[in-house]
């Protein structure tokens, strides 16, 4: 048996296993079980319970209590980065920040550099789609850099192995641009790699396994080109800054559609917004773990409240809606009734 793991019986939950200090222990419930490990976890915690997918669980000995796709519709927002050369760095510097004007603007009138966010300086969505123009299927993300080597690996993740290919490259004054994927078609799944609560899962998050991610992205490449040249970029003298990829350029002519969807393929980064294994929505759609109140499907006394419920990861950074589900499942418990609607009103 499964060890770390929710107790159920008669399908019911009744109680907690888990490890403290390396010790085994349990505690028993009088009311209900809310899990809230996220969505790589909280599937692992349910199947090794003995609630997931029915073949998978007997191929790891776990007996099946509820047979349930947990762990399934894996989603993660994805982004492509484009760099651009300016004349300075536009947003700011460390020149700039560091200096003893900047300091007392600050702290004389609360404003100046340091009073902006730092990081993300600028967020904007856009549609690129023709077959849904209403929807915005980007997301872009504005930060000032000094590019270098180090900083493509390390500020953004770049694998070393690839952010190599950016070698030779010093400090270059510019700003990048990510293009977050908003509504990725390709989904992945969490399933077991042992019965252990202490090993990791199988995380098989198929990113790009839809071509039409692919193409999203290109297009955003393309919007990413033309931007330079509206009035406000060309004013900082602005410069898509791309250094060829060999590896795309062996197959494809440089900025050639097929060459950016090889370079997507290569450089494309996760920004760890994991969502949706534990699927929420109507008792009878066999897609779903846990229904509209959040309760596990088959199982009593058992909710699952955290990122893993969004059947369709939102077109934004998750954690305010992970906030917005807790709060919601915490009304849900207490009884608590929605607010009525403005319509209503
Ligand atoms: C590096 C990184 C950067 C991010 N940046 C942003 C951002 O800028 N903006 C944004 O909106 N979102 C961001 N996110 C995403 C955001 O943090 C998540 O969407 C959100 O925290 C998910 O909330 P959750 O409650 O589902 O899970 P979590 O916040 O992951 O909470 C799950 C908790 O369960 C615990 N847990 C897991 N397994 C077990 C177990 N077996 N036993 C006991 N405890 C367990 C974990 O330690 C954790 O405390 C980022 C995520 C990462 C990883």
Redesign the pocket.
Known sequence: MAK?VVVIKNKKAVGVE?YHKGTLKSVSVNKEIIL????L?SPQ?LMLSGIGPKEHLKSHGIPVVVDLPVGDNLQDHICFLSYYKTKELVFNSPNKTDSLWTLAQYLTTKSGLLATPGGIESIAFISTDPKRPEYPDLEIHGEDMLFNEDAIEGELGVDPKYAKYYSGINDINGFILSFNLLRPKSHGSVRLNSTD?MQHPIIDPRYLENKEDVESLLRGVRFSQKLTETKTFKSQGTEFFHKPFSPCLEKSKFDSDEYWRCYIRYFTLVI??STGTCKMGRTEDPTTVVDPQLRVKGIHGLRVA???IMPSIVSG????P?IMIGEKAADMILGIKPPTPLSDM
């Open positions: 770390g888990f809230s490990a996220g969505a976890s915690i609560a760890f917004h955290d990122a893993s950074n998750t954690n305010a992970c």
